[in-house]
Nanobody, 121 residues
Framework: QVQLVESGGGLVQAGGSLRLSCTASARTYGMGWFRQAPGKERQFVAAITWSGLITLYGDSVKGRATISGDNAENTVYLQVNSLKLEDTAVYYC?????????????????WGQGTQVTVSS
């Protein structure tokens, strides 16, 4: 089972930026980021496949987020700019079992422990 270690969360002011990173213990087809706010369902944020570096973004962050990574280092990054209060959530990275970028949680087989991001006004 692939282990994931996330970092980069914390308290950020609205309008600011955050950069999260996630390192996997083994090679993967691709990785993704999800987030979950209290009382809400887990929400897709972004995904990347290493083959062709195809990316996919959720509507809530489209235009504000960039997912990138280093396949050789098994590491994926998520940068979100122009942060909003509603970006507050626990952010999870996950390993995809698909060769395509996917937003479906059932396509992800390993999950990180999550990192809290809190956006303040």
């Amino acid at each position: 089972q692939v282990q994931l270690v996330e970092s980069g969360g914390g308290l950020v002011q609205a309008g600011g930026s955050l950069r999260l990173s996630c390192t996997a213990s083994a090679r993967t087809y691709g990785m993704g980021w999800f987030r979950q706010a209290p009382g809400k369902e887990r929400q897709f944020v972004a995904a990347i496949t290493w083959s062709g570096l195809i990316t996919l973004y959720g509507d809530s962050v489209k235009g504000r987020a960039t997912i990138s990574g280093d396949n050789a280092e098994n590491t994926v990054y998520l940068q979100v700019n122009s942060l909003k209060l509603e970006d507050t959530a626990v952010y999870y990275c996950a390993v995809s079992r698909r060769l395509i970028a996917t937003s479906m949680t059932y396509d992800y087989v390993n999950w990180g422990q999550g990192t809290q991001v809190t956006v303040s006004s």
